[in-house]
């Protein structure tokens, strides 16, 4: 308000000034089409010129632009616009659609994983492959029915099968809905939590908790300590049961062999030990096995 009640004390000079400026901008076509599209009174509208031409200019980069990485607006993904209210002009950042396309891809993250999962796409699953039609229907009753808590799914199978693929594809697609999730490497995650002792340690271990969506991937490649199961893998997973946030699993093992993989000897605790862990996976997911050739090229 104080800008615009300066504007109308200006002087002659100073109205002269600023006219000319807005006559030297209207000799762009671009600028004079926006005076004419806002249909807006000049005398009102060479207050703004500077405005009006960040706006301008700023529509020719986004024009012009084809991703978001190539983005040369002051706010990267943006561009400033404006409309008329009443007879005033409102400025306002304005989201373009590549943001709006891969915003929603922050929504997943990957521990360990290459960047590459956040491209996977559920359109692009091999639907022909009657092998892979099971983990498609659950993925897709999954999505239907996630807001009625449904269980994750443990996606067991061989080496290179597309089992990382296919359930980051599915959270990629929660991702659009804005539901976020982690996938993490568990061979990776138990070596480096072993590393951040004390450091990042905490914050990773909550986050595993926490996120509304999991996927351990690789679950039973990882090396097994009476500490990496009973006191990371075995609260992570008691917490996500009683919050009802659904976890997955990829793993080339079965339930029987990872009950095997959790003994840490022959004694009749560790035959406890490790069936109570793996009944805690089986409660939370369902078991579909994948078969497939191997995709790896
Ligand atoms: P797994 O986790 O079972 O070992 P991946 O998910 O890593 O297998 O898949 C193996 C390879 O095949 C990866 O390079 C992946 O990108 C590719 N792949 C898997 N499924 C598909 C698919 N439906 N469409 C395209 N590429 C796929
Ligand atoms: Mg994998």
């Not at 671009?30 to 010129?49: G, P, Q, R, W």
């Not at 997943?108 to 960047?115: A, Q």
């Not at 002792?197 to 969506?213: A, I, N």
């Given at each position: 308000m104080a800008i615009l009640k300066k504007t109308f004390q200006l002087t002659k000079d100073q109205k002269d000034i600023l006219r000319r400026e807005f006559l030297k901008?209207?000799?762009?076509?671009?600028?004079?089409?926006?005076?004419?599209?806002?249909?807006?009174?000049?005398?009102?509208?060479?207050?703004?010129?500077?405005?009006?031409?960040?706006?301008?200019?700023?529509?020719?980069?986004?024009?012009?632009?084809?991703s978001l990485a190539e983005c040369i607006n002051e706010t990267k993904g943006f561009r400033y616009s404006v409309k008329k209210e009443g007879d005033k002009l409102q400025f306002f950042l304005e989201a373009c659609p590549y943001y709006t396309a891969e915003e929603y891809k922050e929504n997943?993250?990957?521990?360990?994983?290459?960047?590459s999962l956040k491209n996977a796409d559920l359109k692009d699953v091999y639907k022909t492959d009657k092998n892979r039609l099971a983990a498609l229907k659950a993925i897709n009753d999954f999505i239907k029915n996630y807001d009625n808590n449904p269980k994750g799914?443990?996606?067991?199978?061989?080496?290179?099968?597309?089992?990382?693929?296919?359930?980051?594809?599915?959270?990629?697609?929660?991702?659009?809905?804005?539901?976020?999730?982690?996938?993490?490497?568990?061979?990776?995650?138990?070596?480096?939590?072993?590393?951040?002792?004390?450091?990042?340690?905490?914050?990773?271990?909550?986050?595993?908790?926490?996120?509304?969506?999991?996927?351990?991937?690789?679950?039973?490649?990882?090396?097994v300590t009476q500490w990496s199961r009973d006191e990371v893998l075995s609260p992570i997973l008691q917490y996500r049961m009683d919050q009802k946030l659904p976890t997955f699993f990829s793993s080339n093992f079965n339930f029987k062999d990872l009950e095997e993989h959790f003994k840490l000897n022959s004694s009749s605790l560790e035959k406890v030990n490790a069936r109570r862990i793996v009944e805690r996976i089986k409660e939370q997911s369902e078991f579909i096995e994948l078969v497939s050739i191997n995709l790896r090229g």
């Open positions: 901008a209207s000799q762009d076509k671009d600028f004079a089409k926006l005076i004419n599209d806002l249909a807006i009174d000049s005398e009102v509208a060479m207050k703004y010129t500077s405005s009006l031409q960040r706006v301008v200019e700023e529509k020719r980069n986004s024009d012009n632009c084809n997943v993250k990957l521990f360990d994983l290459p960047r799914i443990f996606l067991s199978g061989s080496f290179g099968a597309g089992k990382t693929y296919l359930i980051a594809a599915l959270f990629n697609e929660m991702a659009k809905k804005d539901v976020e999730s982690v996938i993490v490497h568990t061979p990776e995650l138990m070596r480096s939590l072993k590393d951040s002792f004390g450091s990042d340690y905490k914050e990773r271990f909550y986050e595993l908790k926490t996120t509304p969506l999991l996927l351990l991937d690789d679950i039973g490649a990882e090396l």
